[in-house]
């Protein structure tokens, strides 16, 4: 048993390089967005299509702006914009955008420019 465990670590991976290079991909496509998040969020796309139900993860978001960034104003923009909740942190520090979201639509709350980094966690389930 110890002779097949050591011969497979030997042998390459045949699909480890289109991981990687997907993974360095998205890095480079949203680089202030944590990469295992959004490759979380699209594995949750993928499998939720197979059960009744929303097709998308609830995602909660953890968004850090610029510093002078107004976040009671980014907060009211997100609200004008998107159907989820939107709120600043208790210490004031971030935004938490909150609620059912696919890659197209964190892409979208991403995509401003004053932003510095996002964080956060998905699940399959809805609250």
Excluded at 42 to 49: A, Q, R, Y
Excluded at 85 to 91: C, F, G, H, V
Aim: charged letters at 30%; one cysteine or more; glycine letters at 6%.
């Amino acid at each position: 048993m110890t002779a097949i465990i050591q011969e497979t670590q030997k042998r390459p991976s045949t699909i480890e390089p289109y991981f990687r290079e997907l993974y360095e991909q998205i890095v480079q496509e949203m680089p202030k967005v944590d990469p295992k998040l959004l490759i979380r969020i699209m594995m949750f796309e993928v499998s939720l299509k197979n059960y009744p139900g929303p097709d998308i993860p609830h995602v909660h978001l953890d968004v850090y702006y610029k510093d002078g960034v107004d976040l009671r104003q980014k907060q009211e923009e997100g609200r004008d914009k998107y159907p989820i909740e939107i709120t600043e942190s208790r210490w004031g520090e971030r935004v938490i955008f909150s609620g059912l979201m696919g890659i197209r639509h964190v892409e979208k709350v991403c995509s401003d420019p004053d932003i510095l980094k996002v964080e956060g966690k998905a699940v399959p389930n809805h609250n």
